[in-house]
């Protein structure tokens, strides 16, 4: 996936977490558990946020929408969070966590 | 003479072909006081087991417990342990039962120890050599009841700890060093794991009853440790992967035993310690623990 490709538009993907791996809270971290490779990963806030909303439906550019909302007013410019949020479902999608490679248009 | 021998622990039937049925028979109850057995020889013997018996019995619930010309073997499906000396097919022979009544267990084994109190449960948990053993004897000797020293359960409906009463295993360095006789009514030393298994009342104390985790220890000992013991505080996400490490069938259901470990870790203390002996611990590990509570019924008593 690379922005400099004009046929793509990343944020028209809808990613989709594989419905095995388990999203947990665990006293104050964010912890995704893939039970094929065994691996728990650490989510910082803002992974959670996206994790949460990889559910095949929402668009990452919407995705990118939330979370500048629950940023409030201190919210980064725009395209800084539509590139946070692509870079952390291309991490999702090579550490194998993405039901499938989000879609492109 | 072979004797047949069939046991009812829980869910669980064992059966067993021995030739020494009565002490084994004797240590079984002991170990698991809830264990129907029906034991005798010849057909007699096989018509009362097959009454005992209510449904079928796979391959991997018959301990084959067989003498030969070389010395005993325990075998179990395809895991064949011998020759052994009468003492060491005992021991292969509990494992072997434990092993296959853990394998049918609803909640979740783990390797590690611990102990209760009025707080609630302090679960040890690490690696042979870790000290885990040794602190588990401690804390029964100090009035607490435990829950094992190689097997602990983690029940995911309630998220309490409970207790898989396999005896305490002592290297002789640990044996000695608490003042634990090698040889009484509750201890003995076998050769096979080069140690002594003793029951907690043995110790003064006794198997607990189910009890919520309040703190997770890890214990590392060094015994070139000089300082005072280090207490340091676990990120959640280290302790699950140290945990999910224990699991005694790491491949059964990964997924549940992870929301079931996230369950208990999430509501308690994780806390890692270097140090040099259990006794430097004692204290704070009663501050988790509170005073002690009475342990269950215990077998034999």
């Known amino acids: ?105 | 003479m072979t004797q047949l021998l069939v046991w009812q622990v829980g869910p669980v039937r064992v059966r067993a072909e021995v030739p020494l049925a009565a002490p084994l028979a004797t240590w079984v109850r002991r170990l698991y006081p809830d264990a129907r057995s029906d034991a005798g020889s010849g057909f007699r013997a096989r018509a009362r087991s097959e009454a005992l018996e209510s449904g079928p019995v796979m391959p991997d619930e018959t301990i084959l417990l067989e003498s030969g010309t070389d010395g005993f073997h325990v075998s179990r499906g395809d895991r064949i342990a011998g020759p052994l000396s009468p003492e060491d097919a005992f021991v292969a022979f509990e494992l072997e039962l434990s092993r296959a009544l853990l394998e049918h267990q609803p909640t979740l084994p783990l390797h590690g120890g611990g102990a209760a109190g009025s707080s609630g449960a302090v679960l040890l948990s690490g690696p042979g050599e870790s000290g885990k053993s040794t602190l588990t004897a401690s804390l029964a000797l100090a009035g607490y009841p435990v829950f094992g020293d190689d097997v602990i359960l983690v029940d995911g409906s309630s998220g309490y700890i409970q207790p898989f009463p396999r005896l305490l295993k002592l290297t002789e360095p640990a044996r000695s060093s608490l003042g634990i006789p090698e040889k009484d009514r509750w201890a003995r030393r076998f050769p096979l794991v080069d140690a002594t298994l003793i029951h907690p009342r043995g110790l003064g104390s006794g198997w607990s009853p189910p009890a919520p985790l309040t703190a997770v220890i890890f214990p590392h000992r060094d015994p070139d440790w000089q300082e005072n013991p280090r207490w340091e505080p676990v990120p959640p996400s280290r302790a699950m992967a140290l945990l999910m490490a224990q699991r005694i069938f790491p491949v059964r259901d990964p997924g549940r035993d992870f929301q079931i470990l996230a369950d208990v870790v999430g509501a308690a203390s994780t806390v890692e310690v270097h140090y040099r002996e259990a006794a430097q611990l004692v204290g704070r590990l009663e501050e988790w623990l509170g005073t002690p509570i009475p342990p269950t019924e215990a077998p034999g008593s």
């Open chain 1, 1 to 105: 996936m690379t922005a400099a490709d004009p046929n793509i538009r990343p944020d028209r993907s809808t990613p989709r977490g594989r419905s095995d791996v388990i999203f947990r809270q665990v006293g104050e971290e964010w912890l995704l558990f893939d039970p094929i490779s065994g691996d728990i990963h650490v989510l910082n806030p803002t992974a959670a946020l996206v994790w949460a909303q990889c559910d095949g439906a929402t668009p990452a550019g919407d995705i990118a929408a939330a979370i500048r909302e629950a940023f409030g007013q201190e919210a980064p410019p725009t395209a800084e969070v539509r590139a946070l949020v692509m870079n952390t479902v291309e991490k999702f999608q090579k550490l194998g966590l993405l039901a499938h490679p989000a879609k492109r248009e």
